[in-house]
């Protein structure tokens, strides 16, 4: 039986720490969706296709891997595909208490999935996708934090910015 595994985020943007724990994920089960979530809840700095293509074309290496976006409860998302795994990235202690309470929503309402977490290496610990945008913002040096694919992306966005401030 082939095990699918549902790796769940807002990718706003994807960083080195998504891309390390996807990596480790596909290694692990038959298949991986990374799912992108529509995020009603957020405000996310790039558009839901954005964030699908970045992620799509970042983790193309990764032959079992497909990136889809997804909106609605996770568990559902989960259900629909068929995956009886959800995983999630820990980068601190913070992150663990939050994510703790997540699974344990997420397993009451469906018991027969189950959350797996993967621990960030070391040098991701202190990373977010926050922290990135705010980096960028400020025109900051974000290289060593995501793929180049992200880094295009920011620019295009600068530039777009720059031209629509000049009109």
């Not at 891997?65 to 595909?81: C, I, M, P």
């Not at 997540?102 to 309402?109: D, Q, S, T």
């Not at 960028?136 to 793929?147: C, L």
């Amino acid at each position: 039986m082939r095990v699918t595994a549902v790796y769940p985020g807002t990718f706003d943007p994807m960083t080195v720490g998504h891309i390390d724990v996807a990596r480790r994920a596909s290694g692990m089960f038959d298949d991986l969706v990374v799912a992108v979530a529509a995020s009603t809840t957020k405000s996310p700095f790039f558009s839901l296709e954005e964030r699908v293509d970045m992620a799509t074309e970042i983790l193309a290496d990764l032959e079992n891997v497909t990136v889809q976006s997804f909106g609605g409860l996770l568990v559902d998302y989960a259900g629909e595909l068929g995956s009886k795994v959800i995983v999630r990235g820990l980068r601190a202690i913070s992150d663990f208490e939050y994510e703790v309470q997540i699974a344990g929503v997420n397993r009451h309402l469906s018991p027969e999935i189950e959350t797996v977490f993967i621990a960030a290496s070391q040098e991701y610990t202190f990373l977010s996708s926050s922290i990135v945008r705010e980096i960028a913002r400020m025109q900051g040096d974000v290289s060593e934090f995501v793929h180049p694919i992200v880094i295009d992306s920011f620019a295009r966005r600068h530039r777009l910015a720059l031209h629509e401030g000049n009109n």
